[in-house]
Nanobody, 121 residues
Framework: QVQLWESGGGLVQTGGSLRLSCSAS????????MGWYRQAPGKQRELVAK???????NYADFVKGRFTISRDNAQNTLFLDMNSLQPEDTAVYYC???????????????WGQGTQVTVSS
């Protein structure tokens, strides 16, 4: 059973920074794609950023220029550096690791338990 663990969340003031980390029970290099998602109260879970095994990165429009996703295979960790945090960034942030097969029915996605990020105004 693959497990993911997030850490690094907390309470920060507007304009502050946080670094989220995600560790896995397997090598992060085994995932074809890893990403960060977030879910605010009363809202659906949404993509924040993702990175593929070949280093291709996508960011949600609302975080471009503020957040940076990175993947350190040597440390077996996925990171999300968040700067210029705003109250609307308040949410539970989830780490995702996915494997992709030729047939989508064999795709697998794994999730962490989430870490709370709260930005005070």
């Amino acid at each position: 059973q693959v497990q993911l663990w997030e850490s690094g969340g907390g309470l920060v003031q507007t304009g502050g920074s946080l670094r989220l980390s995600c560790s896995a029970s397997t090598r992060v290099s085994n995932f074809d794609v890893m990403g960060w998602y977030r879910q605010a109260p009363g809202k659906q879970r949404e993509l924040v950023a993702k990175i593929t095994s070949v280093g291709s990165i996508n960011y949600a429009d609302f975080v471009k220029g503020r957040f940076t996703i990175s993947r350190d295979n040597a440390q077996n960790t996925l990171f999300l550096d968040m700067n210029s945090l705003q109250p609307e960034d308040t949410a539970v942030y989830y780490c995702n690791g996915g494997t992709r097969a030729r047939s989508p029915k064999y795709d697998r996605d794994y999730w962490g338990q989430g870490t709370q990020v709260t930005v005070s105004s």
